[in-house]
C-alpha cells in the first residue's frame, strides 16, 4: 500500500487519489438533496432575469458613468432597489426571518445578474459574503439578531447591508491564510477590555463598506500570533471609534464601492463578538485550526460565488460577442455565418459551460460538507419549509442560548471532517480559477473578435473587461487559490511536502 | 568601438525620447492624467512636435528629418512606456502622411508640412482602427462638377475634433475598390460627435462623424486604395509593435519596484517563487518583442522580399505579449493593481485598445496566411 492510500479516509478504495468523495460532490448531492430545490432554483433564476431585465440592464451604462464623472457616488438608487425587491434577505434562512431560498440556489441566481452587470451583482452578492462569514462563527444569537434586523429594516425600505472586513494595507494575503499570518503585516489589534474588545486598526478593500450597516471584521488579540489568536467582531457603522475613510478609485466594477473602515478604539461589547478563542475553547480544534477551518467555510462558498462571477463575466462577453456576430458583415457575409467565427463562438460558449459545471461542482460540496450543509438535510429543509413563520419568531429566542451555539458549533466544526474540510476549500478555488479564467479567456476572444466595437465603452464589452480583471484578484488571487489547490486535494498525495514552506516565507 | 552616423542619430533619438517621456509626459500623468484638451496636455503635445517626434518618418524634401523607422520605434516605445495616448497621436499622424507620400500627393503634403507653425494644423485624422479592405466602408464618394462630395457615416475617427482635416476611405459609386479622400471637418455637412469614450488611450480623441455632401479632395486612384493600406498597415504594424513593446516595458518596471518593495509572509513578494516565474514571463515576452521590433526594421529598410510577412507576424504575436504582459503586471500587484493611483490598470486598458489598430486582430490572425503565403511560401516552410 502506498503512502497516500494510508493517509487517506476510511472505507474501501478511500487510499486512491483523489478520492471518490473529492470528485463527485454534484453527483452525490443530486441523491442527497431534497427534490424540490430545482424548482426553488428555476423560481430563483425567473426573479433574477426580471430584475435584470427591469432594474439592472437599462441602468448599467449609467452607474458606470456616474461613479466615472463622481468618483465619490454610491449607488443608493440601486441598493434601494434591489431591497424593494427583497434581495438582501432572499437567502437567509427562513428560522431568521429570512425569505428561505436556499443557497444552493444563490450561484443560478448570480450568473443572471452578472452576466448583464458584475457591480451590480456584486452590490447584491457581497453583502452574503458578509452574512455568510457570520454564518461562519456559528453564533447562533448573533445570527439571529443581525438577520431579524436585516428583515425589519427591508420592510421599512431601508436597506442594511453586511461587509466582509478582512484585508489591510499591508496585509492582504497575509490575512488570509494561517500560515503567513504570524510572518506577516496585520495591524488590526483587538484589545481585551471589560465587557468586550477595544478594535483599532485598518482595512482596506471591503467591498460595500460604505453601503453596509454591519461589517464582520476579522482582528488580533497578538500580532506576534495572530494566526491562534484571530477574533470575529461585529461592528455596526454607528459604534464609537468606527469611521469610513476613502473610497477607491478604480478600473472597473465602479458601481460597487471599495471602501476603507477605520477603527479608533472602537469598543466592541461581548454579545457582538462573533467568535474568539474564549467561545472556541471547548471545540475540539485548536484556536489556529479553528481559524483556519472558518476559513474554509466561508472561502469554500464564497470562491464558488466569485467563480460564478466568472462564470457571468464569460457569459456577459459570449453574449456581446455573439450579438456583434449577428450585426454585422465582413467580405460581404454575416460573421455569423462564417465558420471560424461559429467555432470562436462555440469555444466562449464552452468556457462558460466548463466554468460554470466546476463552480456548479463547488456549490455542491458546499451543500455536502460545507457552510449550508445542515439546511439541505432533508429533514430540515422540510422543516424549515412547512413550519408557520410564527412559530420561528416565537422560538427565536432559544437562539440565544448558549447551548444552541455550543450545539451547533459542535455539528458544524467538531464534526466536519478534516478531508471535508480540503474538499469544500479546494473546491472553493478551483471554481474560483477556472471561473474568473474563463471570464478573462473569453474577453480576449470577445475583443479579438469585436475590433474598434470592442474598445468603444457604449458597445458594452468594454467594462464587460475592466469588470472582469477584479476577479483574479479579490477573495484570494488566482495565484493563492492555485496554491490552495496544492494544499487542500494534492498534499494528502505527498505527505512529505509543505505549501508555503519556510523556503518560500 | 566607434558608432556609425545612424548608430549616433539612433542613441540620440533614443536619449532625448527617453528624458522627455520620463521627465515631462511621466509627470502629466502623474498631475493632469489623459485629458488631450487639458492645457498641461496641450504643452506635452506641442513639445513632442517641437522635438520633431511627428516628423522622424517623414522624408527630407517633405519637411521631415527622414531618420526611418527603427528611430520611429524607438521613440513610441519610449513614449509609449509611459503614455500610449501621445503614441497613438503620432502613429495616426504618420499614417495618413504615409498614406500622402503612398498616394505620391506631396505638394498636398508639403501643405501641411512646410510652414506649419502649429500642431493642430500638421495633425491629419485617419480611422486607424478600420481594415477597409476587410471590414466594409460606408463612405461613398459622387463625382461633381468640382470634384466628390462624400457622405456616409465614419465610426471612431482617431483625432477628429483635434486635427483640423482628416482622411477617409470611400468607395466611389460605380467603380471598384476604394480612394482615400481628404476632408476638412470645418465644413457644412460634416456632424463630428462628442469624443467617444473608450477602453484606454484616454488622451487620444475620437469621434464619430457623419458626413452629408461635403466636399472630398481625391488622394489616390480606387484601385490602388487597398494596396496603399496594406503597406502602410504593415510598415506601421512594427511602429504598433514599438508602442506594444513601451507599454509591456513601463508595465514591468512598476511590477518589478512593487514587488520589490511590498512584503507577504515577512518577505519581499519578489522573492516569491510564483511571483519571480510570472516576473520572469513578463521580461522574456520583453525581450522577445524588442528583438522582434528591430529585426522587422531592419527587414523593411532592406526592403527584403518578405518584410510585411515579417511585420504582419510580429504585430500578431506583441499583441498576444502585451495583452498578457499588462495582465500579469496587475496581477502581481495585487488589488493596487486595478487601482486608479498606479498605472497599471491604465496599461492594462491600452494594450487592449491597441490590439485593434489596424483592424480586429481576429482578422489578422485569419488573413496572414492569404496575404502572405503566396509571397513568403519559402521562407515559411
Known sequence: ?505 | MTATPGETELKLVDKTSAEFSRKELAQIMETAGCDSFSPEYQAVLEKAWELDFFHILLPEAAGGNGLGLGSLCTVLKNICTEDSSLGTIILATLAAYDVLLESQQEPLLAEFTVNQNHLRSFLIGLPLFLNPLEEGIDVVAARTSAGYSLSGSQPYLVLAGLAEKVLLPATIEGEEGFSYFLVDLAEAGADVSDPVVGMGNSACPVCDVELNNINGIQCCDPSKGGAIFSRISSKLSIALAAMQTGIMKGSFRDALAYTSNRKQGGRSIVHWSEVKKILSDMATNIQLAEMLVKQCCTSMELHEKNWQANADAAVIRITDMAYDVTTDGIRVMGGVGYMKDFHQERRFRDARHLMSVFGMLQLKKLSFLENHISKSAVHIA
Request: proline share 3%; net charge positive; glycine share 8%.
Open chain 1, 1 to 505: 500500500m502506498n503512502e497516500s492510500k494510508r493517509n487517506t479516509t476510511d472505507g474501501l478504495f478511500s487510499g486512491y487519489q483523489p478520492e471518490f468523495d473529492d470528485i463527485t460532490s454534484a453527483f452525490r448531492a443530486t441523491a442527497n438533496q431534497p427534490a424540490r430545490i430545482v424548482k426553488e432554483a428555476r423560481e430563483v433564476v425567473e426573479i433574477a432575469r426580471a430584475f435584470t431585465d427591469e432594474v439592472i440592464r437599462p441602468s448599467v451604462a449609467a452607474l458606470d458613468a456616474a461613479v466615472t464623472d463622481d468618483p465619490h457616488y454610491l449607488p443608493w438608487e440601486f441598493v434601494k432597489k434591489a431591497n424593494e425587491w427583497g434581495l438582501y434577505t432572499m437567502f437567509m434562512p427562513k428560522i431568521f426571518g429570512g425569505k428561505g431560498y436556499n443557497f444552493s440556489c444563490v450561484n443560478f441566481f448570480i450568473e443572471e445578474l452578472g452576466s448583464a452587470c458584475l457591480a451590480m451583482a456584486n452590490l447584491v452578492g457581497v453583502h452574503y459574503l458578509g452574512y455568510g462569514l457570520l454564518i461562519s462563527s456559528w453564533n447562533l444569537g448573533l445570527i439571529n439578531r443581525v438577520s431579524r434586523d436585516i428583515v425589519k429594516k427591508e420592510k421599512r425600505g431601508e436597506p442594511c447591508l453586511v461587509s466582509l472586513a478582512m484585508t489591510e494595507p499591508d496585509a492582504g494575503t497575509d490575512s488570509q491564510n494561517v500560515e503567513l499570518m504570524n510572518t506577516g503585516n496585520l495591524r488590526c489589534i483587538a484589545k481585551k477590555v471589560p465587557g468586550g474588545y477595544s478594535l483599532t486598526g485598518t482595512k482596506i478593500f471591503i467591498s460595500n463598506g460604505h453601503l453596509s450597516n454591519w461589517h464582520v471584521v476579522h482582528a488580533y488579540t497578538d500580532l506576534d500570533k495572530a494566526s491562534e489568536n484571530t477574533v470575529m467582531l461585529l461592528v455596526n457603522s454607528e459604534f464609537k471609534g468606527f469611521s469610513l475613510g476613502k473610497k477607491e478609485n478604480k478600473m472597473g466594477q465602479k458601481g460597487c464601492p471599495a471602501s476603507e473602515l477605520i477603527f479608533e478604539a472602537c469598543f466592541i461589547s461581548d454579545d457582538h463578538v462573533c467568535i474568539d478563542n474564549q467561545q472556541t475553547k471547548k471545540l475540539k480544534r485548536s484556536p489556529e485550526k479553528t481559524n483556519e477551518q472558518i476559513f474554509a467555510y466561508i472561502w469554500g462558498a464564497s470562491r464558488a460565488s466569485v467563480g460564478t462571477f466568472g462564470v457571468a463575466g464569460a457569459r456577459g462577453a459570449y453574449e456581446t460577442a455573439l450579438k456583434f456576430a449577428r450585426d454585422t458583415s465582413i467580405r460581404g457575409t454575416k460573421l455569423i455565418n462564417q465558420e471560424w467565427c461559429q467555432t470562436l463562438l462555440a469555444r466562449m460558449y464552452m468556457n462558460v459551460a466548463v466554468a460554470r459545471s466546476a463552480c456548479y461542482e463547488a456549490t455542491q460540496a458546499n451543500a455536502l460538507h460545507g457552510l449550508w450543509k445542515l439546511m439541505n438535510h432533508k429533514p430540515v429543509y422540510y422543516a424549515a419549509l412547512y413550519t408557520p413563520r410564527w412559530v420561528f419568531k416565537v422560538i427565536s429566542g432559544l437562539f440565544n442560548l448558549p447551548v444552541a451555539t455550543t450545539l451547533i458549533r459542535r455539528i458544524n466544526l467538531d464534526f466536519q471532517k478534516d478531508q471535508e474540510i480540503d474538499r469544500v476549500d479546494g473546491w472553493g478555488s478551483i471554481a474560483k480559477v477556472a471561473g474568473t479564467d474563463a471570464a478573462m479567456n473569453n474577453c480576449r476572444l470577445a475583443m479579438e473578435l469585436m475590433g474598434q466595437d470592442g474598445i468603444r465603452q457604449d458597445r458594452g464589452l468594454e467594462k464587460i473587461i475592466r469588470d472582469t480583471r477584479l476577479l483574479q484578484i479579490y477573495e484570494g488571487t488566482n495565484e493563492i487559490n492555485t496554491l490552495n489547490v496544492f494544499k487542500r486535494l494534492i498534499r494528502r498525495s505527498c505527505p512529505e511536502s509543505e505549501v508555503f514552506s519556510k523556503a518560500n516565507v
